[in-house]
């Protein structure tokens, strides 16, 4: 099996700090979470911006600033988020992919989020997917749901996209597919040859389906974006105390972990100059 990628979504859009007391927000705390989660074994952080009292924006200028901060600290890749807030417009969501990230999220479909309406139209992704492609940008394709991978699937046929991809099986969203075995197994019994993916389990799924993805092939996601506990009942202190519990899982299942390097070349991304 290919060594494990570990990504640690660090905030999310939607997690509070009265929720989550270690929520990163500002660039500089999100540096800092970028580095001791690397040291611990992430190589990709997904990343949201957010204002300094905490609420989310996909401004250009933050974003920046994230970058530069981690970049200053650790060579993680930078994973920023296209999926921003629920409400948010398509431009606006876009904004980060011009500053030509090294990766992005790419949302598969429209998607009923808790009590919102995650929307993803099908001509707004195309348009995404153009950028991101343009920027050189690797794409990561969220799928919340199974129609998502069949719109992946006619991308691949019409050519927007090409070669191998990567996915993102996000499953438990209140609205989506659920976090279960059955549903992870079936989602990765229908990906296109030479795929590669993650998943990024909610709450309570994040470990069970985090061990599963490591027995599968797949990799891991895990971060305060998708679960702020370390056990029930019991907050995480860090996103990096998250990581470390998948690096000590994975060695115990025979999955070294994949430094940065390593992740940009099972991932087909160029080596940062
Ligand atoms: N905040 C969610 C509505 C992404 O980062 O690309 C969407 C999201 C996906 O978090
Ligand atoms: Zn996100």
């Not at 920027?135 to 991308?155: A, N, P, S, Y």
């Not at 070294?256 to 940009?264: G, I």
């Amino acid at each position: 099996m290919e060594k494990l990628i570990i990504t640690a979504a660090l905030n999310g859009a939607e997690v509070t700090r009265e929720q989550q007391p270690a929520l990163p927000i500002t660039p500089e705390e999100i540096a800092i979470a970028a580095e001791a989660c690397c040291q611990a074994g992430a190589s990709i952080v997904h990343v949201h911006a957010r204002h300094a009292e905490g609420t989310p924006t996909q401004d250009r200028e933050t974003y920046r600033a994230i970058i530069a901060a981690v970049r200053a600290r650790c060579d993680v890749i930078v994973q920023v988020s296209t999926g921003g807030a629920v409400g948010m417009t398509a431009a606006e969501r876009l904004a980060p992919v011009t500053l030509a990230p090294e990766m992005a999220t790419l949302s598969m479909g429209s998607v009923n989020f808790g009590d919102g309406l995650f929307e993803n139209l099908p001509a707004d992704m195309e348009t995404f997917a153009r950028a991101m492609q343009q920027q050189g940008v690797k794409i990561e394709l969220e799928i919340f749901d199974t129609g998502m991978l069949t719109t992946v699937q006619r991308w691949l046929k019409s050519g927007l996209l090409q070669g191998p991809q990567h996915f993102d099986f996000v499953l438990g969203i209140p609205g989506g597919m659920a976090g279960t075995h059955q549903a992870l197994m079936y989602l990765q019994s229908q990906l296109p040859p030479a795929s590669t993916w993650t998943v990024a389990g909610i709450g309570a799924a994040q470990l069970p389906l985090a061990t599963l993805a490591m027995l599968l092939g797949g990799h891991v996601r895990v971060g305060f974006e998708d679960n702020v506990y370390y056990r029930r009942g019991e907050l995480a202190t860090s996103n990096a105390q998250l990581v470390q519990r998948i690096v000590r899982i994975a060695a115990e299942l025979d999955r070294p972990v994949a430094t940065p390097d390593e992740a940009r070349a099972i991932l087909g991304m160029p080596r940062r100059g």
